[in-house]
Nanobody, 124 residues
Framework: VQLQASGGGLVQAGGSLRLSCATS????????LGWFRQAPGKEREFVAA????????YVPDSLKDRFTISRDNAANTIYLQMINLGPEDTAVYYC??????????????????WGQGTQVTVSS
């Protein structure tokens, strides 16, 4: 499974960004796809995940008012829409693929495949 994240950049506080993660077609139907982020000196943090087939997504309560995950199966792409960004959202954002059950989606160790990451920088 190949994953290619894009859409990061520099944005002012209060702004919005939409990240994309393009996937290869092979075997993706059995996977859930997720977003993580990692700021310098911090652990990788779960942001959101969604099943590729059949629906079902999860965004932690701390982020669900500002972050939305969606997918376009025809385009083999998932998206992370982020609004009202703040400096605390500055990080490298990664997309990843897992075959784990939903209760394990928030753990980086559950993911078998990772994209290269895209930098999001929010200026105050």
């Amino acid at each position: 499974v190949q994953l290619q994240a894009s859409g990061g950049g520099l944005v002012q506080a209060g702004g919005s960004l939409r990240l994309s993660c393009a996937t290869s077609r092979s075997t993706i139907s059995n996977y859930a796809l997720g977003w993580f982020r990692q700021a310098p000196g911090k652990e990788r943090e779960f942001v959101a995940a969604t099943r590729w087939i059949g629906g079902g997504s999860y965004v932690p309560d701390s982020l669900k008012d500002r972050f939305t995950i969606s997918r376009d199966n025809a385009a083999n792409t998932i998206y992370l829409q982020m609004i009202n960004l703040g400096p605390e959202d500055t990080a490298v954002y990664y997309c990843a693929a897992t075959r784990s059950i939903r209760s394990a989606w928030s753990y980086p160790s559950s993911y078998s495949y990772w994209g290269q990451g895209t930098q999001v920088t929010v200026s105050s």
